[in-house]
């Protein structure tokens, strides 16, 4: 692979504050401040610190990636997506299980927002497609979706696109059947990250932050090997030291 610079491995990383409240996500970010990656903001904290949250980390500078995986009726989509683009964020999700109309009402919440003057820019829209705590035996006998993993997450991604949104969430291990089907230009935003020498936790398709890039991925989401080290600071670096060396 090209070797990339501190800078563009830096901007490829999402990290996951996955924090209970507003001042401990806020105390992690600002030791992260000047590392030029992205911050995540899921459903624990999102859910504990509400819109808040997101625009302190905003004025801190960081880009934001807004993962509330949203899956309803179209029109309760289509408003909430309205909502979130006026709130700012530069990228957020939907889940793909929700279907074309579901996913195309989340772009058309985006556009209306923009067109209203509601916010100056349009943020990215991706789609959820199986979590990387899915397994083999998870997909087929509890979801009840036949055929393999990828298949699945293949099926989803080309769903995303054809509603017209950016990209997909997915694991790592399927972003080069991803790109073939949809394109190269077509985002991957990939959880199951883990450094060498981490703990796999309750992720079963993960690989490493040099292979993810390596593979094709655009983004890269890792949490507890960056936000539960004892120095924040220094896992990061140490990742991205093993994604810019040669």
């Given at each position: 692979m090209a070797i990339l610079s501190r800078a563009e491995a830096a901007s490829k990383i999402m990290v996951a504050l996955d924090k209970p409240d507003a001042a401990a996500a806020l105390a992690l970010a600002d030791q992260l401040q000047d590392a030029g990656c992205w911050m995540k903001v899921g459903m624990e904290l999102y859910y504990a610190a509400g819109p808040s949250v997101v625009r302190e980390l905003k004025s801190r500078g960081f880009r934001i990636f807004l993962d509330v995986k949203m899956h309803d009726i179209p029109n309760t989509v289509r408003g909430g997506a309205r909502s979130i683009t006026r709130l700012g964020v530069d990228l957020f999700n939907v889940h793909g299980a929700g279907g074309i109309a579901m996913m195309s009402a989340a772009a058309e919440g985006v556009r209306e927002a923009i067109k209203a003057g509601e916010a100056e820019?349009?943020?990215m829209v991706i789609a959820v497609t199986q979590l990387t705590s899915t397994s083999l035996e998870t997909l087929n006998q509890e979801i009840g979706i036949a055929g393999s993993v990828e298949d699945a997450v293949v099926r989803y991604a080309k769903l995303?696109?054809?509603?017209?949104?950016?990209?997909?969430?997915?694991?790592?291990l399927e972003v080069t059947a991803i790109k073939a089907a949809c394109g190269r230009e077509f985002l991957t935003v990939t959880p199951g990250i883990r450094p060498l020498g981490s703990d796999t936790g309750d992720q079963s398709r993960i690989t490493t932050p040099r292979d993810a890039v390596s593979g094709g991925t655009d983004y890269l989401v890792i949490g507890r090997p960056i936000t539960a080290a004892p120095n924040p600071a220094e896992a990061l670096n140490h990742i991205l030291k093993e994604m810019t060396e040669s």
């Open positions: 820019r349009a943020p995303a696109r054809e509603a017209g949104l950016q990209g997909v969430v997915a694991s790592p």
